[in-house]
């Protein structure tokens, strides 16, 4: 379910004038908004949130990325007001839910399901028991309470466990409660802290396939943060960078993906990235160490590009003996993203010919060096 | 006629241990959860309150038991209308009961993952729910085991007051086993004791185990 923002209509400073939203409408729609939203623990010299402003649109993922001790953490929880803002404000469907009373956090927590990543479900309690709780204090009827339990425990796939304690769960089975637990009061909004970082990578596919059916047959918004770049590709619409309380970079996730700008989502995404093979580099040398040495060519697509690739075309264009020696292309919500290294001989081009007549096929071209 | 006697002073001592423990375990819960939830941080966060009660709690935890006794006597004149026999026993006892089962339920609660205390909020509890459905419960088989170590000490102490004239086993043991040298009554006394902190602490051990589920 992916929300087309251009990126630039983020970006700007969330005032809240009225020249501001008539220019932006989107923002008056927005589920989730923060405007100037700053954090300050008691006893800390660093802010934990800095002037972050954002809006979150009805119905999509959202991701929230960072390093340990960016702030991910402080500001999900501003969306159910765990934790409250020292400065700014937190719209929920255009409701300042700052000055809430304890009566009304009640009424709103009950509209935002959270999921955490040490699944806290109480241990005195069945599977049952604890998908219950949530009516129970709600003060909900007990026939209806038993629908509804049954309903999500069928939704999660964990009918059959309903007597178990959580200690006789599996860690994707006790998320799986947590998720049922979440959504038994039928939320709007779901908030994911770090869901799947305690999990194994089979369950955590598991698991986000299981968020993205929900996000896709419920219609809630998803936030979820994590410090894993292969879980925003997974289930994510659109994510936000955090580095030290800030947004650093932030738009639809396969813009982010093919093409970072900060050096923090650099860093996140390189696990995800293909280096280039040791051996590879080893063999690579600055200047062309004989006449008949290739030239290696590192072409990246970050998927802007209208259409695939067509490698014959590409190949003739660049003329002489192509091999290709690296690379791969994944595909993020339609977009075709990855590189491909090529090692050019025999042409008639030069390098800086090469390069820019590569450059009508891919994004971004560059000379890596020479190979025998 | 000493085996009358002796059922008398089981059954004085159970009287004692059992009205001042019934007293103790709500009293030293409520005491427990309002030092947890009163604390930095708590869900009831009451600096000045909890600072109060966790003085007055280490009051009457620093005491020891003898002199406690002699000490509260004017006020069990005022609260039972006398100063001997087993109803005035079980005013010292339940006043030195509470606060050293309050301490001791006291860290079970603070044991309770805080993560379940912030789940519980995010779901829509109110803070009298956290107390009731999550940290009592969760805390519950510690609870019990510190009940259990709360009623040996009871008994421990109830000896002690047999011997200013509470009655109960002690009382034999110190009339008959001390100042008579019967050293069959006192060898009984032993037994019936042992016997009697067995069965406690074996059953409060089952009933910890049952419960904890995780």
Redesign the interface.
């Known amino acids: 379910m992916s929300v087309a923002i251009a990126r630039s209509s983020l970006e700007i400073p969330g005032l809240l004038s009225a020249e501001h939203t008539e220019l932006h409408p989107e923002l008056n729609r927005a589920h989730v908004r923060f405007i100037g939203v700053s954090k300050t623990y008691s006893g800390a010299r660093v802010a934990a949130l800095q002037g972050i402003n954002l809006a979150i649109q009805h119905g999509e993922v959202f991701g929230i990325i960072g390093r340990s001790g960016a702030g991910k953490s402080s500001l999900i929880r501003t969306i159910?007001r765990?934790e409250q803002p020292t400065h700014g404000r937190v719209l929920i469907d255009q409701i300042d839910i700052g000055g809430f009373d304890?009566d009304r956090l009640?009424?709103l927590?009950?509209r935002?399901?959270?999921i955490?990543q040490?699944f806290?479900?109480?241990?005195?309690?069945t599977v049952w028991q604890n998908v219950e709780?949530?009516l129970?204090?709600?003060g909900v009827p007990k026939e209806q309470r038993q629908r509804k339990v049954r309903e999500l425990l069928e939704l999660v796939g964990l009918q059959d466990k309903h007597k178990a304690?959580?200690?006789q769960l599996s860690g994707g089975q006790k998320q799986r409660v947590g998720i049922a637990?979440?959504l038994v009061?039928d939320p709007q909004i779901l908030?994911c802290d770090e869901a799947t970082s305690a999990l194994d990578p089979e369950t955590t596919q598991s698991i986000l396939g299981l968020l993205r059916q929900i996000n896709q047959r419920l219609g809630l918004t998803i936030v979820l943060i994590t410090h894993e770049m292969a879980v925003i590709r997974e289930v994510c619409d659109r994510v936000v960078v955090l580095e030290q309380g800030r947004i650093v970079e932030q738009g639809p996730v396969w813009e982010v993906f093919g093409n970072p700008r900060h050096e923090v989502s650099r860093t996140l995404l390189a696990p995800l990235q293909q280096a280039l093979p040791e051996e590879l580099q080893s063999r690579l040398q600055a200047q062309p160490p004989s006449a008949d040495a290739a030239a290696v060519l590192r072409l990246q697509f970050t998927g802007t590009g209208r259409e695939e690739a067509d490698l014959a075309a590409l190949f003739s264009a660049l003329g002489g003996r192509v091999r290709l020696l690296h690379g791969g292309i994944e595909r993020i919500q339609g977009h075709g993203l990855g590189q491909l290294l090529l090692a050019v001989s025999g042409s008639s081009w030069g390098v800086e010919e090469l390069r820019q007549r590569a450059g009508n096929w891919a994004q971004q071209v560059e000379v890596l060096g020479y190979v025998v | 006629m000493w085996f009358d006697r002796l059922l008398q002073g089981f059954i004085d001592t159970l009287l004692m241990v059992g009205v001042s423990s019934l007293i103790a375990l709500p009293t030293g819960i409520a005491l427990a959860v309002i030092l947890v939830t009163s604390g930095k941080g708590g869900i009831y966060e009451a600096p000045t309150l909890n600072r109060a009660l966790g003085a007055f709690v280490n009051l009457f935890r620093s005491i020891p038991f003898l002199i406690l006794m002699v000490a509260l006597i004017p006020f069990t004149r005022l609260v039972v209308g006398t100063t001997y026999g087993v109803w005035a026993a079980v005013v010292p006892l339940t006043i030195a009961a509470t606060p050293f089962f309050a301490r001791i339920a006291e860290v079970s609660l603070r044991e309770v993952?805080h993560?379940?205390i912030?789940?519980?909020?995010?779901?829509?509890?109110?803070?009298w729910?956290i107390v009731w459905?999550?940290l009592l419960?969760?805390a519950?088989p510690g609870i019990v085991g510190g009940f259990t170590i709360t009623l040996v000490t009871m008994i421990n102490s109830s000896a002690m007051a047999g011997a200013i004239g509470a009655g109960g086993l002690g009382d034999i043991a110190y009339r008959y086993g001390y100042q008579r040298f019967d050293s069959q009554i006192m060898l009984t006394v032993i037994v019936l004791l042992v016997a009697l902190v067995a069965l406690i602490q074996v059953s409060g051990d089952r009933l910890a185990r049952g419960?904890n589920?995780?």
């Open positions: 159910n765990l304890e009640v009424e927590r009950r935002i399901g959270m955490f040490h806290n479900l109480m241990s005195a309690k709780l949530p129970k204090v709600a304690y959580p200690a637990r979440a009061h908030l | 993952d993560g379940l912030e789940a519980a909020q995010a779901m829509g509890c109110r803070r729910h459905h999550v419960p969760e519950l419960l589920r995780r």
